[in-house]
């Protein structure tokens, strides 16, 4: 098993990124194009805590390397099942994901954490991702380890730009919704 | 928004995020937890898309993955 892990701070508020997050995977994202979909399977909240609890299935379409898809066959298109979980009193997002598609070969686990900094909690926001990665194919040593070497690279790299692309819908978001609230205004 | 896995509920997909993200910023955060106007348009927006995930398969898919899932479930839906 590898373990990738990345943290960063994004400057805008807990509120607008967790509002932001929902559209991640949009038009406004050009840097993470091997996101094909995002659908919502289900959705509720919690009575007693107001936890937010939401499926989703993700679809990606990426290159994956010549010799992993010989190896195992498939085909491009992968999907990825999410849970997360908003805490709207502590202040917390928890998204949990793992991997559909060729589960039988590879496990891929991540949760990503997104909650108000500590040193600045009203205008910046924490993201925490943790992604444990396990070739399950039986067999070689070499070639599991081959398999995880090949998967955190996959890992980082995606994690980056999905960082670049975020930073451009929140922007965006910003902007849009103070447009919106200028009109608003000026029709009173 | 993303676009939904079958392009014949791409529409009715985009009217149910539309709604999400409205009641998500003006309500749910707020602490309005409870109101659900965006339910009717979900339910539309599940019928197309399970009958799609069921001729793809997936159902069988997300069905074993929730199996797995549901030790791990409890600790996150509880509040630390």
Same mark, same amino acid.
């Not at chain 1, 997050?21 to 289900?42: E, G, I, Q």
């Not at chain 1, 924490?126 to 998967?151: D, P, R, Y």
């Not at chain 1, 980056?160 to 608003?184: D, P, T, Y």
């Not at chain 2, 348009?41 to 898309?49: E, T, V």
């Given at each position: 098993?590898?373990?990738?892990?990345?943290?960063?701070?994004?400057?805008?508020?807990?509120?607008?990124?967790?509002?932001?997050?929902?559209?991640?995977?949009?038009?406004?994202?050009?840097?993470?194009?091997?996101?094909?979909?995002?659908?919502?399977?289900?959705?509720?909240?919690? =009575?007693?805590?107001?936890? =937010?609890?939401?499926?989703?299935?993700?679809?990606?379409?990426?290159?994956?390397?010549?010799?992993?898809?010989?190896?195992?066959?498939?085909?491009?298109?992968?999907?990825?099942?999410?849970?997360?979980?908003?805490?709207?009193?502590?202040?917390?997002?928890?998204?949990?994901?793992?991997?559909?598609?060729?589960?039988?070969?590879?496990?891929?686990?991540?949760?990503?954490?997104?909650?108000?900094?500590?040193?600045?909690?009203?205008?910046?926001?924490?993201?925490?991702?943790?992604?444990?990665?396990?070739?399950?194919?039986?067999?070689?040593?070499?070639?599991?380890?081959?398999?995880?070497?090949?998967?955190?690279?996959?890992?980082?790299?995606?994690?980056?730009?999905?960082?670049?692309?975020?930073?451009?819908? =929140?922007?965006?978001?910003?902007?849009?919704?103070?447009?919106?609230?200028?009109?608003?205004?000026?029709?009173? | 928004? #993303? #676009?939904?896995?079958?392009?014949?509920?791409?529409?009715?997909?985009?009217?149910?995020?539309?709604? $999400?993200?409205?009641?998500?910023?003006?309500?749910?955060?707020?602490?309005?937890?409870?109101?659900? +106007?965006?339910? +009717?348009? $979900?339910?539309?927006?599940?019928?197309?898309?399970?009958?799609?995930?069921? +001729?793809?398969?997936?159902?069988?898919?997300?069905?074993? #993955?929730?199996?797995?899932?549901?030790?791990?479930?409890? +600790?996150?839906?509880?509040?630390?």
């Amino acid at each position: 098993m590898r373990v990738f892990s990345s943290t960063c701070t994004f400057d805008y508020s807990w509120e607008e990124v967790s509002t932001a997050n929902w559209r991640k995977y949009c038009p406004w994202n050009d840097k993470s194009t091997h996101v094909v979909a995002v659908d919502t399977l289900s959705r509720t909240v919690d =009575l007693d805590t107001g936890i =937010l609890r939401t499926e989703r299935l993700i679809t990606c379409n990426q290159s994956v390397p010549q010799w992993v898809l010989s190896l195992f066959g498939g085909s491009a298109t992968s999907h990825v099942y999410e849970i997360s979980y908003v805490d709207p009193i502590s202040k917390r997002v928890t998204m949990c994901s793992s991997n559909l598609t060729w589960s039988n070969v590879l496990k891929v686990q991540e949760t990503v954490i997104y909650r108000p900094s500590p040193s600045t909690p009203t205008s910046t926001t924490s993201f925490n991702q943790e992604a444990k990665i396990t070739a399950l194919c039986g067999g070689w040593q070499k070639i599991k380890n081959k398999v995880e070497e090949a998967s955190v690279e996959r890992f980082s790299q995606n994690a980056k730009r999905g960082k670049e692309g975020f930073e451009a819908v =929140l922007e965006m978001s910003r902007r849009v919704f103070g447009e919106q609230r200028e009109n608003e205004n000026s029709k009173i | 928004m #993303a #676009a939904s896995i079958a392009p014949e509920c791409n529409d009715i997909k985009e009217k149910y995020d539309t709604c $999400f993200l409205k009641w998500y910023s003006e309500k749910y955060l707020r602490g309005n937890t409870t109101s659900n +106007e965006c339910e +009717e348009l $979900f339910s539309k927006y599940k019928s197309c898309l399970n009958k799609v995930l069921k +001729e793809k398969g997936i159902d069988q898919m997300l069905e074993d #993955a929730r199996k797995s899932n549901s030790e791990v479930e409890s +600790e996150y839906i509880r509040r630390t």
